[in-house]
């Protein structure tokens, strides 16, 4: 990797790869949210822009040796490097920079999706319906947009790790949930999460401990059905009996 200033720089394959692997990771995107991120982003980015880090510096990760990678508009975009300095005067210790950022991203992945925030047009594919229960989300819902555009949703699988390695959902980050606590300022409040779980207990949780603890994020359900995963990579999903 080349050293860009007092932190590593890294390329859109390292960024990539990070991505497949699921790596313990926060992707910042460093750029102005309507005018940039909202229009297209790196999968599994957060919206921190440069010019409000002060004020959404707390969705960083209390765990100040997480690694960060913060990316922008590419090479003559200064806005990455800003907010990496900034995030290593708070004594953040694994910071790092993808300076060619989202125009390398897009030339050698496809352009981003668009934010569900920002996209009416796109509104009703990531549109998700509310379950019988509480914080719930409807099953059949849920089951379409994981299987046509999970990207547009923040999954999150709050099981153990044996249990994520053993299997879980392509696109699913796996935060136990007696970790969720340390690591709740790093959900995004501007991409709808989900919680899984082998039954809907510990997703169920999650919802809760986010109710408490982030109560401005709306956007938030968890699965309530039994979820088993099979060998080739498909999923069962049956609900309760009320």
Same mark, same amino acid.
């Given at each position: 990797?080349?050293?860009?200033?007092?932190?590593?720089?890294?390329?859109?394959?390292?960024?990539?790869?990070?991505?497949?692997?699921?790596?313990?990771?926060?992707?910042?995107?460093?750029?102005?949210?309507?005018?940039?991120?909202?229009?297209?982003?790196?999968?599994?980015?957060? =919206?921190?822009?440069? /010019?409000?880090?002060?004020?959404?510096?707390? !969705? @960083?990760? +209390?765990? *100040?040796?997480?690694?960060? &990678?913060?990316?922008?508009?590419?090479?003559?975009?200064?806005?990455?490097?800003?907010?990496?300095?900034?995030?290593?005067?708070?004594?953040?210790?694994?910071?790092?920079?993808?300076?060619?950022?989202?125009?390398?991203?897009?030339?050698?992945?496809?352009?981003?999706?668009? =934010?569900?925030?920002? /996209?009416?047009?796109?509104?009703?594919?990531? !549109? @998700?319906? +509310?379950? *019988?229960?509480?914080?719930? &989300?409807?099953?059949?819902?849920?089951?379409?947009?994981?299987?046509?555009?999970?990207?547009?949703?923040?999954?999150?699988?709050?099981?153990?790790?044996?249990?994520?390695?053993?299997?879980?959902?392509?696109?699913?980050?796996?935060?136990?949930?007696?970790?969720?606590?340390?690591?709740?300022?790093?959900?995004?409040?501007?991409?709808?999460?989900?919680?899984?779980?082998?039954?809907?207990?510990?997703?169920?949780?999650?919802?809760?401990?986010?109710?408490?603890?982030?109560?401005?994020?709306?956007?938030?359900?968890?699965?309530?059905?039994?979820?088993?995963?099979?060998?080739?990579?498909?999923?069962?999903?049956?609900?309760?009996?009320?």
């Amino acid at each position: 990797m080349k050293v860009a200033g007092n932190y590593p720089g890294v390329s859109s394959d390292w960024v990539k790869k990070q991505i497949d692997q699921k790596a313990n990771m926060v992707l910042i995107d460093s750029r102005p949210k309507r005018k940039k991120y909202d229009k297209g982003h790196i999968p599994t980015a957060v =919206s921190i822009p440069d /010019s409000q880090f002060a004020k959404m510096q707390d !969705q @960083l990760p +209390a765990d *100040k040796s997480t690694p960060l &990678v913060f990316y922008c508009g590419g090479l003559k975009c200064r806005l990455s490097h800003k907010s990496a300095a900034k995030a290593i005067d708070l004594g953040y210790t694994n910071v790092n920079v993808f300076a060619e950022g989202y125009p390398a991203w897009a030339a050698a992945y496809g352009e981003g999706e668009p =934010s569900t925030v920002a /996209s009416a047009n796109s509104a009703s594919a990531s !549109q @998700l319906k +509310a379950g *019988k229960e509480e914080g719930s &989300v409807d099953t059949d819902t849920f089951i379409k947009i994981v299987n046509n555009k999970p990207e547009r949703i923040m999954l999150i699988d709050v099981r153990d790790a044996d249990e994520f390695k053993a299997g879980s959902f392509k696109t699913a980050v796996n935060i136990p949930v007696d970790q969720l606590e340390e690591k709740i300022k790093t959900l995004p409040a501007d991409k709808p999460v989900v919680f899984v779980c082998g039954t809907g207990a510990r997703s169920g949780e999650s919802y809760y401990m986010v109710q408490d603890l982030r109560p401005e994020m709306k956007n938030v359900y968890y699965l309530e059905a039994e979820l088993t995963f099979k060998k080739d990579g498909s999923f069962e999903i049956k609900e309760p009996v009320s």
